[in-house]
Nanobody, 124 residues
Framework: QVQLVESGGGFVQAGGSLRLSCAFSGRTFSRYAMGWFRQAPGKEREFVAGIAWNGIGTRYADSVKGRFTISVDNAKNTVYLQMNALKPEDTAVYYC?????????????????WGQGTQVTVSS
């Protein structure tokens, strides 16, 4: 059974940065595509960024392109989301997810495992 544990959320002013981490355990990390999603109050969960199991292919939501970067450390079985130039509209609970697929998909329903989420709050 895969377990995902996020960390790194918090409170930051607009223009600031945060780095989220997601520790993966229970299976072979390199055989999963990893994604970050977020859900703001009253809104549906949305795709933010994803990385293929080769660690090379990445995809980003248009709203975060150029500001967020997803990466993996296979030695630590960890996926990161570096978030720069944060905006108030980035405020949400951020979730890490794992998909038993070699490529990145943006639809949450295809992801097999989810973390508990970490809150990110950006003040104006």
């Amino acid at each position: 059974q895969v377990q995902l544990v996020e960390s790194g959320g918090g409170f930051v002013q607009a223009g600031g940065s945060l780095r989220l981490s997601c520790a993966f355990s229970g299976r072979t990390f390199s055989r999963y595509a990893m994604g970050w999603f977020r859900q703001a109050p009253g809104k549906e969960r949305e795709f933010v960024a994803g990385i293929a199991w080769n660690g090379i292919g990445t995809r980003y939501a248009d709203s975060v392109k150029g500001r967020f970067t997803i990466s993996v450390d296979n030695a630590k079985n960890t996926v990161y989301l570096q978030m720069n130039a944060l905006k108030p509209e980035d405020t949400a609970v951020y979730y890490c997810a794992a998909d038993r697929s070699p490529i990145v998909v943006v639809d949450a329903k295809f992801y097999d495992y989810w973390g508990q989420g970490t809150q990110v709050t950006v003040s104006s």
